[in-house]
Structures are given as structure tokens and as C-alpha cells.
Nanobody, 115 residues
Framework: QVQLVESGGGLVQTGGSLRLSCAAS????????VGWYRQAPGQQRELVAA???????NYASSVKGRFTISRDNAKNTVYLQMNSLKPEDTAVYYC?????????WGQGTQVTVSS
């Protein structure tokens, strides 16, 4: 059974940094497409950053240059380093992966950026 557990969210001031973690069990992140998504109140869930199955990275234009997705294959964990945070980055952040065509989501972690 695939399980994703996010951690690392919290409250930070504008300009601050956070690092989110997504630990996986039941699947091998090193060969999977993995993405970080976020959903703000009243908004649709949107892609923030992702690894493709080929290992390339994609970023939303709103976070490019500020956020970095990375992974530690030994720990089966994917990270999202978020720098220069802005109030508009406030959202619940979710980790997502696809295994044999089925989507799996973590429970989400709240990120709040105060102005």
C-alpha cells in the first residue's frame, strides 16, 4: 500500500524559508513521477514543482527561482525547499505520485506566510 506523509509546514514571515518533506512507503520514489501541489482557500489545487519519471524537474512560473524540488533516494523522500516566501504562497501543500496509473496523495501540510 502506497502512503505519502508530508511534514515541514508552518508559519513564516515574508522572505523566510521552509523545507517540506514527503516520505513514501510502498513505492520507489527514485523511479516515480512525484509532484508538490498546493491549494489555497477557495482556489483550485495547482502544481508547484515536480519530478518527471525521467528525472527532469518542472516548476510553476510563480515559484521558479525560489523553490527547489529534490529527493533522497536512500530515504525515499522528496523535498521542497521554499525560499523568499510570499503571502501568496500560503496554502496547504500536498505531495502526489502515480503508481501503475493510480494517483496517491499525502494528507497535506499547511504553510502560512505572514506579511
Amino acid at each position: 500500500q502506497v502512503q505519502l506523509v508530508e511534514s515541514g509546514g508552518g508559519l513564516v514571515q515574508t522572505g523566510g524559508s521552509l523545507r517540506l518533506s514527503c516520505a513514501a512507503s510502498g513505492t520507489d520514489f527514485s523511479i516515480s513521477a512525484v509532484g508538490w501541489y498546493r491549494q489555497a482557500p477557495g482556489q483550485q489545487r495547482e502544481l508547484v514543482a515536480a519530478f518527471t519519471r525521467g528525472g527532469t524537474t518542472n516548476y510553476a512560473s510563480s515559484v521558479k527561482g525560489r523553490f527547489t524540488i529534490s529527493r533522497d533516494n536512500a530515504k525515499n523522500t522528496v523535498y521542497l525547499q521554499m525560499n523568499s516566501l510570499k503571502p501568496e504562497d500560503t496554502a496547504v501543500y500536498y505531495c502526489q505520485t502515480t503508481v501503475y496509473g493510480r494517483l496517491y496523495w499525502g494528507q497535506g501540510t499547511q504553510v502560512t506566510v505572514s506579511s
